[in-house]
């Protein structure tokens, strides 16, 4: 089970940390993604984090947002800053055993965070 949280509603320019927390699972042997969908848009990757942290983002997000996780606490987060109107979506987080940027190859989602970017 994945519970996302952190979302809200921020000012272009503006910062919010998104947090996912995983119960149910040997995290340490998962990878952790964020994946987003933006409304009439399909679900695209934003990042991703190794068990042993290595990270992997999306070109539009690359020095504005951040992956981390704490195995010890089963989390993953993703912080979002500089955030830009186009950054609105639904933030999920996945994860699985595997690592690609394509949304079908992972089996557990969580139930997604809000993220509204005003200018």
Same mark, same amino acid.
């Given at each position: 089970?994945?519970?996302?949280?952190?979302?809200?509603?921020?000012?272009?320019?503006?910062?919010?940390?998104?947090?996912?927390?995983?119960?149910?699972?040997?995290?340490?042997?998962?990878?952790?993604?964020?994946?987003?969908?933006?409304?009439?848009?399909?679900?695209?990757?934003?990042?991703?984090? &190794?068990?042993?942290?290595?990270?992997?983002?999306?070109?539009?997000?690359?020095?504005?947002?951040?992956? &981390?996780?704490?195995?010890?606490?089963?989390?993953?987060?993703?912080?979002?800053?500089?955030?830009?109107?186009?950054?609105?979506?639904?933030?999920?987080?996945?994860?699985?055993?595997?690592?690609?940027?394509?949304?079908?190859?992972?089996?557990?989602?969580?139930?997604?965070?809000?993220?509204?970017? &005003?200018?």
């Amino acid at each position: 089970q994945l519970q996302a949280s952190g979302g809200g509603l921020v000012q272009a320019g503006g910062s919010l940390r998104l947090s996912c927390a995983a119960s149910g699972l040997t995290f340490g042997d998962y990878y952790m993604a964020w994946f987003r969908q933006a409304p009439g848009k399909e679900r695209q990757f934003v990042a991703a984090i &190794s068990w042993i942290g290595n990270a992997w983002y999306t070109d539009s997000v690359k020095g504005r947002f951040t992956i &981390s996780r704490d195995n010890a606490k089963n989390t993953v987060s993703l912080q979002v800053s500089s955030l830009k109107p186009e950054d609105t979506a639904v933030y999920y987080c996945a994860v699985d055993r595997g690592f690609t940027r394509r949304e079908e190859d992972w089996r557990y989602w969580g139930q997604g965070t809000q993220v509204t970017v &005003s200018s």
